[in-house]
């Protein structure tokens, strides 16, 4: 499905119903700072820098999924307003038209105090929730005050949806586990208007939930919703054997649905996907070919194979295992030395947690070691760069990478996945992913590793750098057959209709 068609398939569904998307992230971004000339790998060299306000767009799989959904669709995103500039950019209800450059929808942004930043995003969904919620070995932190601001500031959007949809009909499409209580909060203030959610994150296993405080609360309000889909099936078990387990309700397997307070919330699996015309790059050979020099030039290399890593700094993602492995693929197979390097791009991520901060020291250590023990005479086997990245930028590194590896401890889909694979319109490189992410399910093609199992996982990119090109090409097009014929369109389709369909119970 395309944008186009897309657009026209929710126009006749909703009929006259607003769409209003809830998220904490903003797709677009306001900011004062020194500005840099744009430029496709100003991120890789120096800038030249003048005054002024700038907007990008976040490091986000979430924004990334569904700002070309709105931009199909139009309608409202209602998110935190984080940019330095994003006041002076906003009229007086916090409205702005986006994206900048060619406006297609309302972006209306909430202003949270530090103290409501800290405990409701910091604290409980970054300290509590997102632990809970991977199996990464990470322990929740549950806090007391930073529960009650996430409360507070769950309402706060809840109301700030109520006004956005004034008298009329609606659709509530929440995002993610920054607003497991506000589906209760809008369906009890307005029982006429459908409320759906997306979890974009995993769902643990009922055990693992019991160590919650607030858990009672939160299933609640996530069973306010009409329809919660996560990504995958595994997923919905779990979340609905943890509400059998945990809370007076009437689970319905049959028909995967919770009855709570005499109304049912159906949960469904829906995968995400991206757009994979985003990821498009030159037709031509000769064009190709340049792309690819111009990288190696810009990253000091010659004729040394490239392994790229894609991430935001997350401890989930698995960037120091990957580290590991790379470290002993050179260590098992010398004759791989000076031959192959390692491109790892890490968009710094929640750096005021302590845990985050940890983990951005242990990369730049790892990263030091392996250029310590292998490196020299000016040659480095892994170049890091901690920065924010454009998807332009990103997008020529993966259609010069020979490899691309996923590894994620746990990951709810991992989009960075189907990127890759929707940038190599020319059908080589190998996608090296991590068997504990929801693309895997998906994308059988790709060579699957544990990332925990560090010899293996350096056996598998040995095998993938000697994999023939022929072998490449057969996985590269069934790949991309799947992520072309299963698009973001498509996932936004499915679980809007599926929405729109019902009748909520008032």
């Known amino acids: 499905m395309t944008s186009a068609q897309l657009g026209a398939s929710i126009a006749e569904s909703l009929r006259g119903t607003r769409l209003i998307v809830v998220a904490n992230r903003e797709p677009y971004i306001h900011i004062h700072r020194r500005r840099s000339a744009r430029g496709v790998w100003n991120w890789l060299r120096g800038r030249k820098e003048t005054e002024g306000i700038e907007w990008t767009r976040p490091a986000s799989g979430l924004v990334t999924a569904l700002d070309p959904v709105m931009r199909a669709c139009g309608g409202t995103w209602i998110a935190h307003g984080s940019g330095s500039a994003d006041r002076e950019t906003a009229d007086q209800h916090g409205r702005v038209r986006v994206p900048p450059d060619r406006p297609a929808y309302t972006l209306k942004r909430l202003w949270l105090s530090p103290e409501e930043e800290q405990g409701y995003y910091y604290g409980c969904a970054n300290g509590a929730l997102w632990p809970l919620c991977h199996i990464a070995y990470a322990r929740p932190e549950f806090d007391e005050t930073d529960w009650q601001q996430y409360v507070r500031v769950n309402r706060r959007f809840a109301d700030a949806v109520i006004e956005e949809v004034g008298e009329d009909r609606a659709?509530?499409?929440?995002?993610?586990?920054?607003?497991?209580?506000?589906?209760?909060?809008?369906?009890?203030?307005?029982?006429?208007?459908?409320?759906?959610?997306?979890?974009?994150?995993?769902?643990?296993?009922?055990?693992?939930?019991?160590?919650?405080?607030?858990?009672?609360?939160?299933?609640?309000?996530?069973?306010?919703?009409?329809?919660?889909?996560?990504?995958?099936?595994?997923?919905?078990?779990?979340?609905?054997?943890?509400?059998?387990?945990?809370?007076?309700?009437?689970?319905?397997?049959?028909?995967?649905?919770?009855?709570?307070?005499?109304?049912?919330?159906?949960?469904?699996?829906?995968?995400?996907?991206?757009?994979?015309?985003?990821?498009r790059g030159p037709t031509k050979a000769a064009e190709r070919a340049n792309e690819i020099r111009n990288v190696r030039r810009l990253l000091g290399l010659s004729d040394e194979r490239i392994i790229v890593g894609i991430d935001r700094l997350d401890y989930t993602k698995g960037i120091p295992d990957r580290l590991k492995a790379f470290g002993r693929l050179l260590e098992r197979h010398p004759e791989w030395r000076r031959r192959v390097v390692m491109v790892q791009v890490g968009a710094p991520s929640r750096e005021h947690l302590k845990r985050y901060q940890s983990l951005m020291a242990e990369v730049e250590n790892g990263v030091k070691e392996i250029n310590d023990k292998f490196g020299g005479d000016g040659w480095q086997p892994v170049i890091y760069r901690a920065q924010h990245h454009q998807p332009e930028d990103i997008a020529h590194l993966y259609r010069a990478a020979?490899?691309?590896?996923?590894?994620?401890?746990?990951?709810?889909?991992?989009?960075?996945?189907?990127?890759?694979?929707?940038?190599?319109?020319?059908?080589?490189?190998?996608?090296?992913?991590?068997?504990?992410?929801?693309?895997?399910?998906?994308?059988?093609?790709?060579?699957?590793?544990?990332?925990?199992?560090?010899d293996a996982f350096a056996d598998a990119l040995h095998t993938a750098l000697l994999m023939s090109p022929e072998d490449q090409r057969r996985r590269m097009r069934a790949l991309r057959e799947r992520v072309e014929s299963h698009t973001v369109f498509d996932w936004a389709n499915s679980l809007l209709m599926a929405a729109c369909r019902m009748e909520p119970v008032r």
């Open 171 to 279: 659709v509530v499409f929440v995002q993610d586990y920054h607003f497991a209580l506000l589906p209760r909060f809008v369906k009890e203030a307005r029982p006429d208007v459908t409320v759906c959610q997306f979890w974009h994150i995993p769902w643990p296993n009922r055990e693992a939930f019991r160590v919650c405080p607030w858990g009672e609360d939160i299933l609640h309000g996530m069973l306010g919703n009409d329809l919660l889909g996560f990504h995958i099936q595994y997923h919905c078990n779990n979340f609905l054997d943890t509400v059998d387990r945990a809370l007076e309700s009437r689970v319905d397997y049959e028909h995967f649905a919770a009855w709570r307070g005499g109304r049912p919330t159906y949960v469904r699996p829906f995968p995400i996907s991206i757009d994979p015309s985003l990821w």
């Open 402 to 454: 020979d490899l691309c590896v996923v590894s994620s401890l746990h990951d709810g889909m991992n989009l960075v996945a189907k990127e890759f694979i929707a940038a190599r319109t020319d059908e080589y490189g190998v996608l090296v992913l991590s068997e504990f992410t929801g693309a895997a399910r998906e994308l059988e093609h790709a060579v699957h590793v544990n990332p925990y199992a560090v």
